[in-house]
């Protein structure tokens, strides 16, 4: 079946650091889409990419779909606190409605 | 609230025993579908309805975990037999036909 390979899977960065992750695929999306997951809740639309070469933004974040349709990134332009949190990508195939998530990457922000 | 239900937030409950968790999602959504995340992982498709179409249950680990949608609203996910690889947080997002999906905040499922 299809793997969602997310990394890094931990960051450790300071507030005001530019941060970015990826994830990369064993077959062929055409939708990719970002979440992030605070403690206690469910994941949080960030981002959706549905094009390939697309690229997007929602403020501080910027995140791209990739040329060959089996990876995407995402970046977070000048941390902020409530940056923290787990970041996971996810993937969708033609004709298929249910996605593939990554393993995640958990971002924490040194004081 | 405009957003996707879940309960109970939590369920604590005994090996063998039988569980049933409950989702509203957004009114009109007409995708429902079920992940199941353990500790540290990322989110694992247990089950997929579409409208009145024959939901898509390729997900489910066993057989003793079945899931049913009423009215095209309301949707629950009922783990029979309960065992500690169970242990889990089972979330339920909802969708318009061919967006993203919006998720709940799950329901924590301890089994002892």
């Known amino acids: 079946g299809q793997q969602l390979n997310q990394s890094p899977q931990s960051m450790f960065i300071q507030e005001g650091e530019d941060v970015s992750m990826n994830c990369t695929s064993s077959?062929?999306?055409?939708?990719w889409l970002w979440y992030k997951q605070d403690p206690g809740e469910g994941p949080v639309l960030l981002i959706a990419?549905?094009?390939?070469?697309e690229l997007t933004s929602n403020g501080r974040l910027t995140a791209q779909f990739g040329i060959t349709r089996k990876d995407s990134f995402l970046n977070i332009s000048a941390s902020i606190p409530s940056d923290v949190g787990i970041y996971f990508c996810?993937?969708?195939?033609?004709?298929?409605?249910?996605?593939?998530f990554g393993t995640g990457t958990r971002l924490t922000i040194i004081p | 609230g405009a957003g996707v239900s879940q309960s109970p937030s939590n369920k604590v409950t005994e090996k063998g025993k039988d569980v049933e968790l409950r989702c509203d999602p957004i009114?009109?959504?007409?995708?429902l579908y079920w992940y199941r995340q353990s500790l540290g992982q990322g989110l694992e498709f247990l089950i997929y309805?579409?409208?009145?179409?024959?939901?898509?249950k390729s997900g489910l680990p066993s057989d003793r975990f079945s899931a049913e949608r009423t009215g095209g609203s309301v949707s629950t996910l009922t783990i029979q037999r309960t065992q500690q690889e169970d242990s889990a947080v089972y979330l339920c997002?909802?969708?318009?036909?061919?967006?993203?999906?919006?998720f709940g905040d799950g329901t924590r499922l301890s089994i002892l």
């Open positions: 997002a909802s969708s318009p036909t061919g967006e993203p999906q919006h």
């Open positions: 077959s062929i999306f055409n939708t």
């Open positions: 990419l549905y094009k390939a070469g």
């Open positions: 996810a993937g969708r195939s033609f004709g298929n409605e249910k996605l593939t």
């Open positions: 009114s009109g959504h007409t995708a």
């Open positions: 309805f579409q409208g009145n179409s024959a939901p898509d």
